[in-house]
């Protein structure tokens, strides 16, 4: 397995308000309780695999400082080993946690509720309709009820299923097959449609082989990122035209993690360890590509991950270098960079949460 997207990804591929935030500071002191602030960004660092070392960090945002473990502080143990994905959902939190193949739910003080155990390692988390949908990295996607905070049905999908999103009704899922990346198997090179309302695989549209992030708009379309194989098969930016299930390479953007922000796709380019050479911005309504380097420095950016969050227009950026504790870049919806403030051990998610 490519040792890269192992830890990064995880196996292969792997969201301030518009307040200007203070310098912060760090509290790393795991027996002593902060107060609960009034707004935070939580972070979910995924530690290194096998060390039983993932954490949960918060940045307080009435004061800048910030708790690099508050899930130990809050419930005195640690996450577990492999943090993977996490989602604010109402007045719940949900964490993967890969190594575990459990999924912890918090409330909203990373207060642990019920620690849910999965029939596979849990990947990546969609929300629809009152249900929270996570992919298990054993070819299923699952449905997990969210007031009996139980998994209610699971359906089959393709090889090692990693990002999905949801579209006209339907959850879109990129089947990576990472684990048979040494295999006459080889990688899966398919996004499997589900149908909401049924709960059933209805189609599986194929791609560039190793999908594995994914994302939608407003327009019609799903956007995915293959991988490729590493060799001669180079990573690809996608787009799925809903109406016709049809895919095509995108010409003059490509990314290895992206993600979407209103109107706007946000795409790093960055393979192979090396710090990123581009950070698109897209114009998904105007099909029009508007920077191909809308942060300024890049050099900085070692091993970088982005995520949005919708709700409150943010930007985030996680950087890391696998052995020392990362930083989070934020930035608002304009592009305007707010703060930086560091987490834990390979970030890989950002929420933003306000009471």
Same mark, same amino acid.
């Given at each position: ?23 912060? /500071? ?5 027996? &002593? ?8 960004? *939580? ?9 039983? %070392? ?13 708790? #690099?473990?508050?899930? &130990? ?6 996450? @577990? ?9 109402? +007045?719940?939190?949900?964490?993967? =946690? ?23 390692? !849990?990947? *990546?988390?969609?929300?629809?309709? $009152?249900?929270?949908?996570?992919? *298990?990295?054993?070819? *299923? =996607? ?23 999103? =949801? ?18 198997? @080889? ?18 549209? /194929?791609?560039?082989?190793? !999908? ?15 991988? $490729? ?15 016709? %299930?049809?895919?095509?390479?995108? &010409? ?9 922000? &209103? ?17 698109? +911005? ?10 191909? %380097? ?9 091993? !970088? ?20 504790? @990362? ?8 592009? /305007?960079?707010?703060? /930086? ?5 390979? !970030?890989? #998610? ?6």
């Amino acid at each position: 397995m490519n040792k890269r997207n192992f830890i990064k990804m995880p196996v292969l591929c792997m969201t301030m308000v518009l307040t200007f935030f203070t310098g912060c /500071k760090d509290d790393d002191d795991p027996t &002593e309780e902060p107060l609960a602030p009034s707004e935070y960004i *939580y972070v979910l660092n995924s530690g290194n695999d096998g060390n039983n %070392n993932a954490s949960l960090s918060m940045y307080n945002v009435d004061d800048g400082t910030v708790t #690099k473990d508050i899930f &130990e502080v809050r419930n005195g143990r640690r996450l @577990g080993d492999k943090g993977q994905d996490m989602i604010v959902y109402g +007045s719940k939190m949900y964490i993967a =946690v890969y190594g575990e193949s459990t999924i912890e739910v918090t409330d909203l003080e990373a207060k642990s509720i019920k620690q849910i155990e999965t029939e596979g390692q !849990p990947r *990546y988390f969609a929300i629809d309709g $009152g249900k929270v949908y996570v992919t *298990y990295f054993n070819g *299923y =996607v699952a449905r997990i009820d969210t007031a009996l905070l139980a998994v209610e049905a699971k359906v089959q999908v393709g090889r090692n299923p990693e990002q999905l999103t =949801v579209a006209n009704g339907n959850l879109y899922v990129a089947n990576s097959g990472g684990l048979d990346y040494n295999t006459d198997a @080889g990688y899966d090179n398919t996004v499997s449609v589900i149908d909401i309302a049924t709960f059933t695989e209805t189609k599986q549209i /194929k791609v560039v082989v190793n !999908p594995c992030n994914i994302v939608s708009d407003s327009q019609g379309y799903v956007y995915v990122v293959s991988m $490729g194989n590493y060799r001669d098969i180079p990573n690809t930016l996608q787009k799925i035209d809903l109406r016709t %299930n049809e895919f095509s390479a995108m &010409e003059d953007i490509n990314g290895t993690f992206f993600a979407i922000l &209103e109107n706007t796709l946000y795409a790093i380019f960055s393979q192979y360890g090396n710090p990123a050479i581009k950070f698109y +911005s897209y114009d998904v309504v105007k099909n029009q590509l508007l920077s191909d %380097n809308f942060i300024g420095d890049t050099e900085k950016y070692l091993n !970088p991950v982005i995520t949005t969050d919708k709700t409150f227009g943010d930007i985030y950026i996680t950087t890391s270098d696998f052995i020392n504790d @990362g930083d989070v870049y934020v930035f608002d919806s304009t592009e /305007k960079f707010i703060t /930086k403030f560091e987490a834990g051990l390979n !970030p890989m #998610k950002a929420v933003r949460v306000k009471k």
